[in-house]
């Protein structure tokens, strides 16, 4: 019979629990009878400690198999996506259509915002009726007939996770590899998936600050996921600018709009659509990343993304000619400041992060749990890394509810562009790749 104490006492000691006492005390966690204080012991020695591959990869699964793991009767494999976060990052608003063009189901479970980065739930809920608090046999439906359904977690999906994140808050116990590495893949896994690819941000934008640290998360991501039965690939992507022109819910949904409807391109619709190659190569569904992206990038120009998405929308609430109309179902922020370069030059740096707290200050994120989204405003036209600017042309374009808040966020747009005489170098979209050791 496994103890609480001993499982604690046998992190102190620099050890890995075995897989039975991780799973029982996973099942604590989900149950309540471990403790906050026997919780918050546990994240601080594993925080401390770590737990190596092995026990990081138990962990996973014990948190996963704690609530209800998804099974799955399609004609196609079961995929899916996870980004580690960043601004601007409406990637999954593409992705998930576009791959249920190709054939393939996406179940993706996704998350509402987090610090300085929005969240894929709260963009999809700036359309007008989407819900994406779907009951399980609404879910499978959805994900059956239109191929691809973006929800949140229920509350039966890795409840360890649930209650070990909300003391490793309170705890300064979140920066620890194998702690995000197992609340991530816990409730990605419990999706029952078939295969994974992982969107590892790296820069000013993004969680992880520097290339090092990204590998290592990307490497501990895929290392896990594979040993727990799911066919994982991560791609390390830049997150020095925002990876759509836009921040903010309704207009990051404007900007995946556009690339849907052939409207755009960019670095959007190339994260879409080297993530969805590598998902199509890993699931034999292609002959290589490459092959695979180009499938998906004619979903995306052949119009079947487009109509997968409007289906979803449909599917969850949504107007049925969202896709037709857009443009005219999403809310706008009735003031609109143009941000001007204060002198001429080119853009050397932006500071992501800045920017996403600049949204998160106008109401279009939450300072604390509970906070009410303003779903219109944000900033659109981000003038992109190397731009050459000329004195007092536009910069951005900040959307908010009030002009007070619009002076401010002009403040901060203005202060997070680096402006220099000459040009400097741009870091590349795509930093590198991590697949599975006994994958080519």
């Not at 103890?3 to 966690?29: C, H, K, N, Q, Y």
């Not at 808050?169 to 992982?198: C, E, F, N, P, Q």
């Not at 066919?231 to 995946?256: F, H, K, S, Y």
């Not at 002198?343 to 600049?358: F, K, N, P, R, S």
């Amino acid at each position: 019979m496994s103890d609480a104490r001993r499982v604690i006492a046998t992190l102190r000691r620099g050890d890995s629990p075995p897989p039975e006492d991780l799973a029982w005390f996973a099942a604590g966690l989900a149950d309540g009878s471990v403790s906050d204080a026997q919780a918050g012991a546990f994240a601080m020695a594993i925080c401390m400690g770590g737990l190596g591959p092995e026990g990081r990869a138990a962990l996973t699964c014990a948190m996963r198999d704690s609530g209800r793991v998804l099974t799955w009767d399609l004609d196609a494999p079961v995929l899916d996506k996870h980004s580690t976060g960043g601004v601007g990052d409406c990637v999954s608003l593409v992705l998930a259509p576009a791959l249920a063009a190709c054939g393939v189901y996406v179940p993706m479970i996704s998350g509402r915002g987090l610090g300085h980065t929005g969240g894929t739930l709260d963009k999809l809920e700036a359309i007008p009726g989407v819900t994406t608090s779907l009951d399980a046999g609404r879910f499978r439906r959805l994900v059956a007939e239109a191929g691809c359904a973006i929800v949140g977690a229920s509350a039966d999906i890795a409840p360890a996770d649930r209650r070990l994140y909300a003391v490793r808050d309170v705890t300064a116990t979140v920066d620890s590899l194998d702690l995000i590495t197992a609340s991530i893949l816990s409730k990605k896994l419990a999706a029952g998936l078939d295969g994974l690819v992982l969107d590892v941000k790296v820069g000013s934008g993004a969680f992880m600050k520097d290339d090092a640290r990204a590998r290592a998360l990307a490497e501990a991501l895929v290392a896990t996921a594979c040993r727990a039965g799911c066919p994982t690939t991560a791609l390390i992507t830049g997150m020095d600018e925002p990876a759509a022109p836009a921040l903010g819910n309704a207009l990051e949904v404007a900007a995946a709009m556009a690339v849907l409807t052939g409207a755009a391109t960019g670095p959007l619709h190339d994260l879409a659509t080297a993530l969805g190659g590598e998902l199509l190569a890993s699931a034999g569904l292609a002959a290589s990343a490459a092959s695979g992206a180009e499938r998906v990038r004619d979903a995306i120009a052949g119009g079947g993304a487009a109509e997968r998405f409007g289906r979803m929308v449909y599917g969850m609430g949504g107007p049925r000619t969202f896709v037709e109309d857009w443009a005219r179902f999403l809310p706008g922020a009735p003031v609109v400041r143009e941000v001007s370069a204060p002198e001429a030059g080119h853009v050397t740096a932006i500071d992501g992060e800045a920017l996403g707290l600049a949204v998160v200050a106008l109401g279009g994120g939450r300072r604390v749990e509970g906070d009410r989204i303003d779903p219109a405003v944000g900033i659109t036209d981000m003038v992109r890394l190397g731009a050459p600017v000329a004195a007092g042309a536009p910069l951005a374009r900040v959307h908010a509810a009030r002009e007070g808040a619009a002076d401010a966020a002009a403040r901060a747009v203005a202060a997070a562009v680096t402006i220099r005489p000459e040009p400097g170098p741009v870091p590349p979209l795509f930093r590198g790749r991590v697949v599975d050791e006994a994958r080519p």
